[in-house]
């Protein structure tokens, strides 16, 4: 008896009762430990600095090292699982690869920076850690790289993706399949669909995506997406098809910020929303409805913050903040009720911080 159909037909059912479509195995493990290490660039220097974090994730300065031949270091981003770091090299336009020596924390370069477009901006990996992708400004277009055992980088056939005009940031779905470039120039968000085997990018149906002025970043949390967008000083929120991959504006959207917001980020839970804005200098907050994901403004917001601040990230309970005007990292807890911010540390860096990485090296 024939029996492969049924099962196949099971299969469809079941994925039409899940939710019409499925996902990549993404082979990745995340590890839920505290980071022992912050990597920062200092991009007007040519180096990284690294900090030793403590068990309550108290930074004591370790040292900075030079980046090489990787000039202008601008963003910095870690493999899922392997202790590696990539950082864009906005001056010398190229991606380098970084081991992270276990215990130590020391760097060292793998093998020789890969070329990108112009000027190379936001990094993001996939989590499957096999690709990685680089926003080139200069040239308006996306650079894919195949990760090989040794953590060297190839670049994928087809590379480089076109997208709108000065991609900021690019940012990859928790499942894998999709890959958003926030364009500034353009208003607007450039989706793609990632092939899981070759890492090649497609654009999706509906692409790109309106926003308000100046999108600068984009920061995905479970269904939604959420767009600071600098040159209108408001947030711009959307629902995620999860088949598809399309965005669709949520209701009362664009909401407003403080001014030119440039980043965005997520607390671990998904219900807090936190983007900083560098001309105000602070920070505002939302409430993120885990229904509908309208946001709304958390009691004390905007919290006071620094000037320029270019990247936000959320990790074990705090909010760390690259300032670049006032080199160094701010350090905020968050309250697990209210998602409101206090400053608990400052972390002076030697140059301009414009990027960091919290990294969990094994001993």
């Known amino acids: 008896m024939e029996t492969r159909p049924l099962i196949l037909a099971s299969l469809a059912l079941l994925s039409a009762a899940l939710g019409g479509c499925t996902h990549s195995n993404n082979n990745a493990v995340q590890s839920a430990t505290a980071a022992n290490f912050l990597f920062v660039t200092n991009t007007n220097l040519d180096s990284i600095s690294k900090f030793q974090l403590s068990a309550t994730g108290q930074a004591s300065m370790g040292s900075a090292a030079t980046s090489g031949v990787c000039t ?13 770091l990539f950082v864009s090299c906005q001056s010398s336009n190229n991606l380098a690869a970084f081991a992270v020596e276990s215990g130590s924390g ?3 370069m793998v093998g020789a920076p890969v070329p990108t477009g112009a000027s190379p901006i936001t990094v993001a990996v996939h989590p499957n850690g096999k690709f990685v992708y680089v926003s080139n400004i200069g040239s308006n277009n996306i650079s894919a790289f195949a990760m090989v055992a040794d953590g060297t980088l190839q670049e994928i056939s087809g590379s480089p993706f ?3 005009q000065t991609p900021y940031w690019v940012e990859i779905s928790e499942t894998g399949d999709f890959i ?11 989706a793609y669909r990632v092939d899981p085997a070759s890492g090649k990018l497609t ?13 600068r970043a984009v920061a995905l949390s479970g269904k939604f997406a959420f767009v600071p967008n600098r040159f209108a000083n408001n947030v711009s929120a959307f629902t995620v098809d999860p088949c598809s991959g399309a965005l669709t504006p949520v209701p009362g959207s664009p909401i407003a910020a403080g001014t030119d917001p440039r980043s965005a980020t997520t607390d671990s839970s998904g219900r807090f929303l936190y983007v900083p804005n560098t001309v105000s200098n602070d920070i505002s907050a939302y409430t ?5 994901g309208v946001l709304t403004p958390i ?3 905007p919290f006071p913050g620094g000037q320029v601040a270019l990247q936000i990230e959320a990790a074990g309970g705090r909010i760390y903040v690259a300032i670049n005007a006032s080199n160094n990292v701010l350090v905020f807890s968050i309250d697990s009720a209210s998602g409101s911010l206090e400053l608990v540390q400052t972390i002076p860096t030697p140059g301009n911080a414009d990027s960091f990485a919290l990294v969990k090296s094994q001993p």
């Open 106 to 108: 020391a760097l060292s």
């Open 288 to 292: 993120i409805d885990q229904n509908s």
């Open 72 to 84: 202008g270091p601008r963003y910095i981003e870690q493999h899922p699982t392997k202790d590696l």
């Open 299 to 301: 009691k004390g917001s």
């Open 203 to 215: 654009e999706i149906a509906g692409s790109p995506f309106a926003t308000d002025l100046g999108p």
């Open 180 to 190: 958003y470039a926030a364009n500034r120039d353009s208003n607007n968000i450039s």
């Open 162 to 164: 076109a997208t709108g």
